[in-house]
T-cell receptor
Framework: GAGVSQSPSNKVTEKGKDVELRCDPISGHTALYWYRQSLGQGLEFLIYFQGNSAPDKSGLPSDRFSAERTGGSVSTLTIQRTQQEDSAVYLC????????????FGDGTRLSIL | QQPVQSPQAVILREGEDAVINCSSSKALYSVHWYRQKHGEAPVFLMILLKGGEQMRHEKISASFNEKKQQSSLYLTASQLSYSGTYFCGTERGSDYKLSFGAGTTVTVRA
């Protein structure tokens, strides 16, 4: 079956521009997660959606970052007024939304801010 | 809340063994292990449950010591394909979020 799909796979943009990153989770998965991975670093939690509940935004680094999930499926992570420190790989994962279930990761979007 | 992994990196020859540790200061419900190869997405290996048994993925096994809030990943008779960065993710049971460690980079050489 189809896995987690992310687009674009690569994005290069100028400092100050806004960017939108898309994640299409595995069908039927109610939980969706966004992580940021800087070069050679670990997985930094950004935001978590579970069903119709209010998202857990506790990991968003600043108010320039926002995310939404429409219809309980596709999610978009938006970064406004990008800065060079935003350069990283942004990973999306989904899971069935139950305890003890693995997260399935997409291939990520590599974001480069010039 | 982020678990602490050790060591940060390990270099092995094919056939050698290694242990990666993951420790948390908080009570844990489960521990997940993932492996990420360079330029690829993290891939799920196994979940260790509170009160559960030791788990195994090929020749990689793991244990969970609830009292110490620590999980250990055992790479036995390592193969070249084991190279990558191993992450532990800890789950507290109150939600479905994972807190990931900084990762342990494993390099297996012929």
């Amino acid at each position: 079956g189809a896995g987690v799909s992310q687009s674009p796979s690569n994005k290069v943009t100028e400092k100050g521009k806004d960017v939108e990153l898309r994640c299409d989770p595995i069908s039927g998965h109610t939980a969706l997660y966004w992580y940021r991975q800087s070069l050679g670093q670990g997985l930094e939690f950004l935001i978590y959606f579970q069903g119709n509940s209010a998202p857990d935004k506790s990991g968003l680094p600043s108010d320039r970052f926002s995310a939404e999930r429409t219809g309980g499926s596709v999610s978009t992570l938006t970064i406004q007024r990008t800065q060079q420190e935003d350069s990283a790989v942004y990973l999306c994962a989904s899971s069935p939304g139950e305890v003890n279930q693995p997260q399935h990761f997409g291939d990520g979007t590599r974001l480069s801010i010039l | 809340q982020q678990p602490v992994q050790s060591p940060q990196a390990v270099i092995l020859r094919e056939g050698e063994d290694a242990v990666i540790n993951c420790s948390s200061s908080k009570a844990l419900y489960s521990v997940h292990w993932y492996r990420q190869k360079h330029g690829e997405a993290p891939v799920f290996l196994m979940i260790l449950l509170k009160g559960g048994e030791q788990m195994r993925h090929e020749k990689i096994s793991a244990s969970f010591n609830e009292k110490k809030q620590q999980s250990s990943l055992y790479l036995t008779a390592s193969q070249l394909s084991y190279s990558g960065t191993y992450f532990c993710g800890t789950e507290r049971g109150s939600d479905y979020k994972l807190s990931f460690g900084a990762g342990t980079t494993v390099t297996v050489r012929a």
